[in-house]
């Protein structure tokens, strides 16, 4: 028997092709399919739809695009000091300093030209936390001077919001009312959407003990249409991230059991879906703080859960440096974002030279049951194994012979493994 490498079969689901997949064969497998020769301090980079990287490296803001690397220009008097975000055309935005100056502004760059962020006093500190397909900035303000009602004391609270250049618009009123209620709007903007919704913290009302105004430490999902859902029990120690779906990675403390109990939590639709726990929560307990990634099809990616390199389909974590098969002089680090076409930028090294790589999904195959990317006579004994068993382990015990999904291993998945050996596309 000849071997036969595969092609792609993909169904499109709305503008997006989305590679046909199945638990019963467990997680497809990756391939190392972009290097950038550059070191990442910060452990941020970001990666689009097209497979367009952008990251703050040693040198400064950079994007990596089709295989190139190129650099954000330099601008006299200013220091660029972070990159936040990269939207589907290769816009990337990131926050500077100015000579002589320690506040925090916003910038993007846009069809190779920079265009600064919302404007305000010279105090007014403006980052940017993402760029999205509308060429909308979340934009985190601060400060926004607030006078305490209980003891005249002056309060700083950051304010989150969607901006362009030169203008920006509030997550929620600019306002303060001293009354037995003590309403304060303030948040701070993590992560913003291609739907425009803002991911952010505080926004809200809260009466001090004794009088007095306080911060209310919740978070929510803030539309660009005015509405507040509130995500609850999420835990800060990283950066919650939100999708397209408005769906919320954080980590998240709740109650099981009487015990307070802190680890990772999926919210979707209001509902909040535990999907890793680091046990129970403890004083003085450091919970994993590094990257939360997660796109719309439901995969994500963690830190310390197990391993590393996390990365979660199908309801199970999986160590990522498993699925990927990498040059001995290779090793991964560190998964930092993830796209929505199951495509990853993680840190790394080569000889020990710092890397980032970009790590593509291949497309599902079913009858490529060792996972090598080829239908050949390594593949035939596995179904010959399954095909004698016939029936199918309970599930979610998987069954990588069954080609079909239908519970069993017989001639109609026979037929089609004969079909993806003799041919070169796979059915």
Known sequence: MRAKKWTQKTVMVGAIGLVASSTLAGPRKFDLTGEIPISVPSNKAFINLKGWVAAQSTTGPVLWKNGSLQSVPGKAGRTWTGVTGINDFGDVCGTY???????????????AQLIDGPTGPVWMSNSATGINNRRELGVFVVPFTVVDCGNGSTQWYGKGGFGKSGV????GPWSQECTSACTIYSSVAYSINNASDLLVNGFGSQARSGGGCSLMNSYYVYSSGG??????DVYYSSIPTMNDLGQVLSNATWIEGGVTKVGI?????GVGAKIYTFGTLIPGMTVPSGPLRLNSLGQLIATNVGYPTGYYEDGKWYDLRTLVSLPSNVTISLLLDINDAGQIVASGKRAGAPRLF?????????????????????DYPLFTQAYNASTCPTPP?????????DGIVDDADFVLFLISYNL????
């Open 397 to 405: 015990t998987e069954c990588p012979g069954d080609l079909n999904a």
């Open 168 to 171: 920006w618009k509030s997550a």
């Open 424 to 427: 070169t596309v796979c059915n």
């Open 227 to 232: 509405t507040a859902t509130p995500v609850a």
């Open 358 to 378: 970009v790590l593509t999904q291949r497309p599902y195959c079913p009858a490529d049951l060792n996972g090598d990317g080829f239908v050949d006579d390594l």
């Open 97 to 111: 300093t100015e000579t002589g100056s320690s506040t925090a502004r916003a910038w993007a760059w846009n069809n």
């Open 265 to 269: 939590q999926l919210w979707s639709n």
